[in-house]
């Protein structure tokens, strides 16, 4: 997506337990830019992982930074002046160009701005839009049929459930939770998985149809580690339109800083 007079963009979404970096070089005609290439690094990254994770030398780069992480966000900036990068530019509320009809944008998600836009993108006009981040929380963001973010609910993610019921209990165990589970659990950490998978769907698709039932017919549009095997899911129970857009934070970052138009600093 990258203009012929301007570097090659580097998006980056730094979460509280990964930063995900995506590639982008040249126009496309879809309506979400897609990386050429991505990469996710654990929340322990150190500047040798990043320099793997690109293809080019990191002052190559225009840098476009949305965090929710600010000593992540701190330690890449460190990363990258020590580089002598000098286009590196971190997205607030404002460089998101669409209307943020909450009493304090400045307090609302980088992530879900952007996830909200890049939904705003690929919705059918006048068609309100559903953005689902399934993340370290799972973040639901509502666009209304005008294009304005509104707001949402925020849950705990999977991930983040399981450690709770391991740190927070004297017996139970920490349990990887990745296919969907049987249901019924017949030991401890079957019970377990089947109780943060399924808690976590019957959630997403509760508070869904709830934002439905308040602003009409809407696309939902899911990200994360466990988006896929969710969408499917709620895509053969629901007459709605739900779609697994693998980077919908990352595309929405790129359609932010190109339609804002601004310099890197």
Not at 142 to 166: K, M, Y
Not at 253 to 261: E, F
């Amino acid at each position: 997506m990258a203009q012929p007079d301007r570097l090659p963009l580097m998006a980056v979404d730094i979460g509280n337990s990964r930063m995900k970096l995506g590639e982008f070089h040249a126009r496309s005609d879809r309506k979400l830019p897609v990386p050429v290439h991505a990469t996710a690094l654990a929340a322990d990254w150190t500047g040798q992982d990043v320099e793997r994770a690109i293809t080019r030398g990191a002052d190559e780069y225009e840098w476009i930074v949305a965090s929710v992480n600010r000593p992540a966000a701190a330690r890449l900036s460190e990363w990258l002046a020590a580089k002598g990068v000098r286009h590196v530019r971190h997205l607030g509320d404002r460089d998101i160009p669409m209307r943020i009809e909450v009493p304090r944008p400045e307090r609302v998600g980088i992530d879900r701005l952007a996830n909200a836009f890049a939904a705003n993108h690929l919705r059918a006009a006048h068609q309100p839009a559903i953005a689902i981040d399934m993340g370290s929380a799972i973040t639901l963001g509502l666009v209304s049929r005008e294009g304005a973010f509104v707001g949402g609910a925020i849950l705990p993610g999977i991930g983040l459930s399981a450690r709770a019921l391991h740190e927070f209990t004297d017996l139970l165990p920490l349990v990887p939770v990745t296919e969907p589970p049987f249901v019924l659990g017949t030991e401890t950490e079957a019970a377990m998985q089947s109780g943060l998978y399924w808690g976590a769907v019957g959630a997403i698709r509760e508070i869904v149809a709830r934002l439905i039932d308040q602003a009409g017919p809407a696309a939902v549009y899911l990200t994360g580690g466990s988006a896929p095997s969710v969408a499917s899911i709620l895509e053969r129970e629901s007459e709605t339109t739900i779609e697994f857009v693998p980077h919908l934070t990352l595309g929405g970052i790129v359609l932010a800083s190109l339609a804002s138009g601004k310099e890197s600093t």
